[in-house]
Each structure stands twice: as structure tokens, then as C-alpha cells.
């Protein structure tokens, strides 16, 4: 299986960690809900995963292998 670079990890991370938290603060926009959506799957897609959850853990567990 081909492995996402860690500096995409990190902004895909980044990404949904900012697009999540907005969208807790703010009714969910259309255009926040697709930017969330796209983020969600992109992470899906770089981990190998279906879902959400399990391509957070994934994608933060590569960071932490790569980080020592």
C-alpha cells in the first residue's frame, strides 16, 4: 500500500481539524459542509480507510511513527 507523505497527513489533519471546529461554531454552510466532506474523504482515501474515525487514527498514528 502506497503511504501518504507526512507533510499531507499534517495539513489533511490541519484541515478537518479547522473545518470541524468551525462548523460546530457556525451553522454548517453549504460550502463548509462539501469543504468538510472532500477533507473527510481525502483522509479516507490517503489511509485506506472508509471511515472517518478510523483514518484520524491512522493518519496521526503514521505521524507519530515518523515523528521519532
Known sequence: MLLAHPAVLRE?????????????????????KRRLED???????TTGTRQLEHALAAARARLAATAG
Open 39 to 45: 477533507v473527510t474523504y481525502t483522509l479516507c482515501v
Open 12 to 32: 489533511l489533519l490541519a484541515r478537518y481539524e479547522s473545518l470541524s471546529a468551525a462548523s460546530q461554531e457556525l451553522a454548517l454552510a453549504p460550502d463548509l
